[in-house]
């Protein structure tokens, strides 16, 4: 039997094989931006072709693959993502676009100009529903259902693909959320929904809905891209179990990651720490630095004490996304425009 890690980055797709002799092999093909799914199953065929197997074979004898990928990184900073619409609390459907006031935090004070923000979902996209919740988690005025299909029609009239909910205090009870998210998965068809309190469910009204909104907008391009390539793996003769990399080094099924694709961002190098701490056991270090030098970036992270660092939070050009992740810095911000 064996175990396939295949890592997809905006050059090449990286492919490693391991067998129950403990031997491992590694594989390369060019990457396929247009289907990476189609630069996966291209490098399992290179692995399969050196071991003089078929693909169907080869893969059928398989019982786990890992996959990295920055399909949800390249979507994000490319702004290739779904036609998405915000609904939050009434009066507060502007925080996305206020962010944290006059504090600048994605730009050096010493530049000249800097340009107006362009949040994901605009203005008008942008929902105020009258509900409330106290910081208590006490719901004082629950969901009008008549209020949410006013915005319903308004969503099929723009032909949204994705909705987040985040409304005030949703952290301390998700029910208002949770309401408007069931009314919202009843009436419109193929749309992604996603709620606050399930991706971030902690203070900062910030953080939570611009993660919301983050999450929300790679849905459909996360679950598109997993899909196809589930569906491809099968059809080839792949019957093991497919898991993820997630920026915060643990992995997970294609069906909860689907739900949750925020997590996806900088899958890839975020497994570079978690393996460098694997290494160190066998060679006696606790320190050490990684160094990830693909076609686009080179992405570097640190292993303190036997310990891969985590951040809570990370900026993504000029959007925050609120989850923790491993601390990886890059040296390039071209398709990688992390800021701490």
Not at 47 to 63: C, G, K, M, N, R
Not at 124 to 139: A, Q, S
Not at 318 to 335: C, Y
Request: aromatic fraction near 8%.
């Amino acid at each position: 039997m064996f175990k396939v890690c295949v890592d997809t980055g905006g050059t090449f797709t990286d492919c490693v094989v391991l067998d129950d002799t403990g031997r491992e092999k590694e594989f390369k093909s060019p990457s396929t931006p247009e289907d990476f799914s189609i630069g996966v199953l291209n490098a399992i065929g290179e692995a399969a072709s050196a071991l003089s197997l078929p693909v169907e074979q080869f893969l059928d004898q398989t019982e786990l693959i890992m996959h990295g990928t920055t399909v949800a990184t390249n979507a994000l900073v490319t702004k290739n993502v779904a036609r998405t619409a915000l609904i939050g609390t009434k009066g507060f459907r502007d925080i996305i676009e206020i962010r944290r006031s006059l504090k600048i935090e994605t730009r050096s004070m010493y530049e000249a100009f800097i340009p107006p923000y362009q949040p994901i979902v605009p203005r008008y996209l942008r929902f105020g529903v009258d509900e409330k919740t106290k910081r208590t988690g006490e719901i004082a005025k629950g969901i009008d259902e008549v209020e949410i299909l006013k915005i319903v029609d308004r969503l099929k009239e723009e032909k949204i693909e994705a909705v987040a909910i985040c409304f005030i205090n949703a952290y301390a009870n998700p029910e208002n959320e949770r309401t408007v998210a069931e009314i919202l998965e009843k009436h419109l068809d193929d749309v992604f929904v996603t709620y606050s309190s399930e991706i971030l469910p902690k203070i900062g009204e910030y953080e939570r809905t611009s993660t919301c909104v983050i999450n929300a907008c790679l849905g459909p391009v996360v679950r598109k891209y997993l899909t196809s390539l589930e569906s491809k793996l099968k059809t080839s003769g792949f019957r093991g179990q497919l898991l993820i990399m997630q920026s915060n080094q643990y992995a997970q099924s294609v069906s909860a990651v689907i739900r949750k694709p925020a997590y996806l961002m900088g899958s890839g190098p975020a497994s570079a720490p978690a393996g460098a701490a694997y290494l160190g056991k066998f060679i006696g270090e606790n320190n050490i630095i990684t160094a990830d030098m693909g076609g686009t970036t080179l992405d570097s992270g640190l292993l303190s004490n036997g310990t891969v660092s985590l951040k809570s939070g990370i900026w993504v050009d000029d959007d925050r996304l609120g989850i923790k992740v491993v601390e990886v810095s890059s040296i390039t911000g071209l398709l990688w425009p992390w800021r701490d």
